[in-house]
């Protein structure tokens, strides 16, 4: 049974800085693209992040490169989310999920099957 669970979330002024945290429970995390998604009130769920098996390559949205950073560390079976220079439309739930088995970093919301409860992220101006 897969759970991903993530952490780290919380309120910060702009200019901040956050680190989310994703720990997952299953037995492959290591075969397995991750990636980070964000909601923000009445708009739908989107891309932020992804980071491929051996954390080689990683993926951004327009929106955060050069902000934000992607890690993972398989031996704990955590990806990582850090999230710099924040700003007010950095708001949202932030999400992670599992994505492709042996696979490369994508940005289709289809491509993720098992994903978190979510943790808050609320930045202040």
């Known amino acids: 049974q897969v759970q991903l669970v993530e952490s780290g979330g919380g309120l910060v002024q702009a200019g901040g800085s956050l680190r989310l945290s994703c720990a997952d429970s299953?037995?492959?995390?290591?075969?397995?693209?991750m990636g980070w998604f964000r909601q923000a009130p009445g708009k739908e769920r989107e891309f932020v992040a992804a980071?491929?098996?051996?954390?080689?390559?990683?993926y951004f949205a327009d929106s955060v490169k050069g902000r934000f950073t992607v890690s993972r560390d398989n031996a704990k079976n955590t990806v990582y989310l850090q999230m710099n220079s924040l700003k007010p439309e950095d708001t949202a739930v932030y999400y992670c999920?599992?994505?492709?088995?042996?696979?490369?970093?994508?940005?289709?919301?289809?491509?993720?099957?098992?994903w978190g409860q979510g943790t808050q992220v609320t930045v202040s101006s």
């Open positions: 999920a599992r994505g492709p088995l042996f696979g490369v970093v994508t940005s289709e919301r289809g491509q993720y099957d098992y």
């Open positions: 299953g037995r492959s995390f290591s075969h397995y693209v």
């Open positions: 980071i491929d098996l051996s954390g080689g390559s990683t």
